[in-house]
Nanobody
């Protein structure tokens, strides 16, 4: 089992920044990837960013590319999501996720992730 705890959400003005953190505990050594997803009210959960644990390769959705950065601190089993140039469309609950040893679908698919955090709210005011 893998446990994920997110932190760092909050309220920020249009154009502002937030940094989300996700710390993993439990059986983390076999995770292929860590990802961030978000879900706005009335919408499907959508992919934001992911990081392949073995080599640090990163992946982003088109909507956040160039504004968000996913990174990791190996020693802390922690993944970060630095969010810059935020706008009201980024308002959502952000979820951290961890895959198993292999991906069942693409790295951008929710189906590839077996473990999920509880979510942290990020609200961007206009």
């Amino acid at each position: 089992q893998v446990q994920l705890v997110e932190s760092g959400g909050g309220l920020v003005q249009d154009g502002g920044s937030l940094r989300l953190s996700c710390t993993a505990s439990g059986r983390t050594v076999s995770n292929y990837a860590m990802g961030w997803f978000r879900q706005a009210p009335g919408r499907e959960r959508e992919f934001v960013a992911a990081l392949r644990w073995s080599d640090g390769s990163t992946y982003y959705s088109d909507s956040v590319k160039g504004r968000f950065t996913i990174s990791r601190a190996n020693a802390k089993n922690t993944v970060y999501l630095q969010m810059n140039s935020l706008n009201p469309a980024d308002t959502a609950v952000y979820f951290c996720a961890a895959s198993g040893p292999v991906l069942r679908a693409g790295i951008r698919s929710t189906s590839s992730y077996a473990y999920w955090g509880q979510g942290t709210q990020a609200t961007v005011s206009s």
